[in-house]
């Protein structure tokens, strides 16, 4: 099933579903032009996903041997089915910045990494445990990392007639990519914005602050002439510059909270710290968070002390392995 959001240039949108997951579904993207198309992200590498995306893809009667795959960002919900829809003359493009991540994260080396990180955070090996079977970025991936043309900041390609300006708007991933159509003032935003539901930040290897890249990203964005801001996953129904207003102001409260908390109890782990946040998930107090969430909150809880860190306002030690904030 697909839906029409735009004439001239014709774009429609395929709601691929993410089963089980609280994002609920991904927007795929599709452009159409006489000469070749452009599909923007995938879904999850599940079959219930593929089924979906085949299925638009079929109805819309595109040919993948005359489209360009864009890839906003690394994440499986948005690369996972990159392998089965793409063909030997598929252009895939993808930021130069994640397909290194990509690159690493295919070996052994980086979930042993970060799982040692959230360790020392200060959660617990079972839960550790735990998340490696219930990770989507883990379960959900590609098999096998594809071949790709890397794009960097500012770079242009066309589609038929219509011109794309790849935008790095770090933060959410390390190379997260906006595509920007400056004549026709259309924005894909991947999950840099999203409008009903706040786009996760956490900590990422080699990143020293991630926060701190998203919040200018965000200034780089509000700096667009943008008429139509079209989001990776639910709706759009709101104007985007007030939407990063609000999405800074969320933040903003964020930051001082873990200030407070941390001025409060002075010697936290970073788990500590996530389970006096102030969470959205329906009336559930930390220990009946599903461990998939507990994981993202305690990487976005990092993501905040990184950013108070990186300014000072905090310090943190260590004791028997395990990182404490003060």
């Not at 029409?4 to 609920?24: E, F, M, R, S």
């Not at 829809?85 to 994640?98: N, Y």
């Amino acid at each position: 099933m697909f839906r029409q959001i735009h004439k001239n240039p014709d774009i429609y949108t395929i709601p691929v579903v993410l089963p089980n997951n609280p994002l609920k579904n991904l927007n795929c993207y599709i452009i159409k032009t006489p000469e070749e198309n452009l599909v923007i992200d995938t879904g999850f590498n599940q079959p219930e996903c593929l089924e979906a995306l085949s299925e638009g893809l079929k109805e819309l009667k595109i040919d993948m041997d005359r489209t360009t795959l864009f890839l906003t960002h690394l994440h499986s919900d948005h690369i996972g089915l990159t392998n089965h829809i793409a063909t030997k003359k598929t252009r895939i493009l993808i930021s130069s910045v994640d397909y290194d991540y990509l690159k690493n994260q295919h070996g052994a080396d980086f979930w042993t990494w970060m799982e040692e990180k959230f360790y020392r955070e200060g959660l617990s090996r079972e839960l550790i445990e735990l998340a490696r079977y219930v990770n989507p970025a883990r379960a959900y991936a590609p098999e096998y990392l594809f071949d790709a043309e890397t794009v960097s900041d500012n770079d242009t390609f066309h589609i038929g007639d219509y011109a794309f300006r790849c935008l790095w708007t770090p933060g959410h991933t390390p190379g997260h990519t906006c595509l920007y159509m400056e004549k026709e003032k259309i924005l894909f935003c991947g999950d840099h914005i999203l409008f009903d539901i706040t786009p996760n930040i956490t900590m990422w290897r080699g990143i020293e602050d991630s926060l701190g890249n998203y919040l200018e990203s965000l200034k780089k964005v509000k700096e667009l002439d943008i008429g139509l801001a079209l989001p990776a996953h639910r709706k759009n129904d709101m104007d985007v510059y007030e939407r990063i207003r609000q999405i800074e102001e969320h933040h903003d409260r964020r930051i001082n909270q873990t200030l407070s908390i941390i001025r409060k109890e002075p010697g936290l782990n970073a788990c500590q710290i996530g389970a006096r946040m102030t969470w959205s998930m329906r009336g559930k107090n930390w220990e009946e968070f599903p461990i998939q969430q507990k994981w993202f909150a305690i990487g976005e809880t990092i993501s905040h002390l990184d950013y108070l860190l990186k300014r000072g306002l905090i310090t943190r030690h260590e004791e028997k392995e395990i990182i404490y904030y003060s």
